[in-house]
């Protein structure tokens, strides 16, 4: 089976999340798997210091890239892996894995993949989504308080000291590497379309 990667960047709350989901609806679970940036982190559980504390999680040192490059080489391969699962409570790895089949369509998304040589490699296209900050900052917001058990304190603390200027000096530089690079909501649904159609053609 041939494996094709696509690489899904863009800041944190930039709209990739939504954009890998609706894609993999439209192609089916079948043919198309997501591999998350964010199961890659390192174990920080030893640095961490609280909410909105010192550890630098939008830094390109806090993630595995080369495990993530190396798995991304098995499933072209044929090879199942197994991915690790990242617990953002205790910031840890947790002992469980999550296995990972090989599809047709490998959807790899994430904010600093495209920084990565390493993930770069082994991308076979690239979408980047370059979105406003001030709605990134909301979305990310409502994601770490809902969901990650954050205070809307540390969060608004992370951004202003680590996201931002993370997302200026690596993330928004990495588009130059992306092959499709989206601004609003139109450029949104011809890029699905466009995807689609060419992932999978009638």
Do not use: W
């Amino acid at each position: 089976m041939s494996v094709y990667i696509v690489g899904v960047a863009g800041g944190s709350g930039s709209g990739k999340t939504h954009f890998a989901l609706d894609l993999q609806r439209q192609l089916g679970r079948d043919n198309c798997t997501i591999i998350y940036q964010d199961n890659y982190y390192i174990d920080q559980s030893h640095r961490f210091d609280g909410d909105g504390g010192s550890v630098n999680f939008d830094h390109p040192s806090s993630l595995d890239f080369t495990l993530l490059a190396q798995d991304l080489q098995k499933l072209r391969k044929g090879l199942d892996v197994q991915i690790p699962i990242y617990d953002f409570k205790t910031h840890t790895r947790q002992k469980e894995t999550i296995l990972c089949k090989p599809t047709k369509i490998i959807l790899v998304d994430g904010i600093l993949i495209l920084n990565s040589m390493e993930v770069r490699c082994e991308l076979d296209e690239s979408i980047f989504f370059d979105t406003p900050e001030e709605l990134r900052f909301q979305r990310r917001l409502h994601r770490d308080v809902n969901e990650r058990g954050r205070t809307p304190e540390g969060v608004k603390k992370q951004f202003e000291l680590q996201v931002r200027p993370m997302h200026n000096q690596y993330v928004e530089p990495s588009k130059n590497f992306a092959n499709t690079v989206i601004k609003d909501l139109g450029e949104y649904s011809d890029a699905l379309q466009n995807f689609c159609q060419k992932l999978m053609p009638a």
